[in-house]
């Protein structure tokens, strides 16, 4: 007799435990998704013209912008160029 109380005490146990690792997994589950699907944020703004562009990584329209970021060419006037893309002469 005392067997089977105790053999449904563990059965018991193990029905707690099955739904508690379902609950768990659920919210690991959820976690993911959300990170996932949220992504960075403030990811994209936009410019001044009204355009998305990617936060951080704005669109390079002039020579100034051009030279911040990529190496200006000893040349007369001085020119800018981006790789595998426009280039930029500086205005006097």
């Not at 005392?2 to 976690?31: F, H, N, Q, T």
């Not at 355009?51 to 669109?59: A, I, L």
């Amino acid at each position: 007799m005392a067997s089977s109380c105790i053999d449904r005490e563990i059965i018991e146990m193990a029905k707690k435990y099955k739904w508690l690792w379902i609950e768990l997994g659920i919210i690991i589950v959820l976690a993911v998704v959300l990170v996932l699907v949220r992504g960075e944020e403030d990811t994209w703004i936009k410019d001044k013209n009204g355009e998305w562009v990617k936060h951080g990584n704005p669109r390079i329209q002039d020579f100034e912008s051009c030279a911040k970021k990529y190496p200006v060419q000893e040349t007369y006037p001085e020119r800018c160029s981006i790789p595998n893309g426009p280039t930029f002469t500086k205005e006097y």
